[in-house]
């Protein structure tokens, strides 16, 4: 039953990549991330603008402080110069961390690459602890290949 949501969610983000024109693309597939699953508290898209990550659409109850990330910093900027995802299980023990909301547990970061270099990462934050498994990360590397184009 678990596996059938990240079956779901990849169908309505297809969907939504089919209709191409639209430029709130983006926003809407982090809409339904973040809508799909409950252990998504914070879904945001950072786009890479020479070497600084900068906020694009996002999704979740407050706005982030990190409105910019230069590449390097944070968790973020470290997955955006490896071009490696990057699950924190626990933020509170990663000094790499750069905190948003006081509710976040763990973290993933996965980065959107086109031709090796990364453009832009999917950020998602919970408030679970260690919410995020080889599941998610499998899922998440397959919607970001997906997303590379619209970006
Ligand atoms: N925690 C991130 C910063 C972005 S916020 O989570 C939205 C980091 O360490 O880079």
Aim: hydrophobic share 35%; aromatic share 8%; glycine share 6%.
């Amino acid at each position: 039953m678990i596996f059938l949501n990240y079956k779901i969610t990849e169908q309505k983000i297809k969907e939504i990549l089919t209709k191409n024109k639209s430029t709130k693309i983006l926003q809407n597939v982090v809409d339904v991330l973040y809508e799909s699953f409950e252990k998504y508290n914070w879904v945001g898209i950072y786009l890479v603008k020479g070497d600084i990550l900068v906020i694009g659409p996002w999704k979740g109850k407050q706005a982030t402080e990190h409105t910019k990330i230069p590449i390097g910093n944070g968790v973020c900027g470290y997955a955006a110069r490896s071009g490696k995802t990057e699950v924190v299980d626990d933020v509170s023990k990663d000094s790499r961390y750069l905190s948003c909301f006081l509710s976040t547990r763990s973290e993933i970061v996965v980065p959107i690459k086109k031709k090796n270099t990364v453009i832009g990462e999917i950020d998602i934050d919970s408030d679970v602890p260690a919410a995020f498994n080889k599941t998610d990360e499998k899922f998440l590397e397959k919607i970001a290949d997906m997303l590379h184009q619209h970006i």
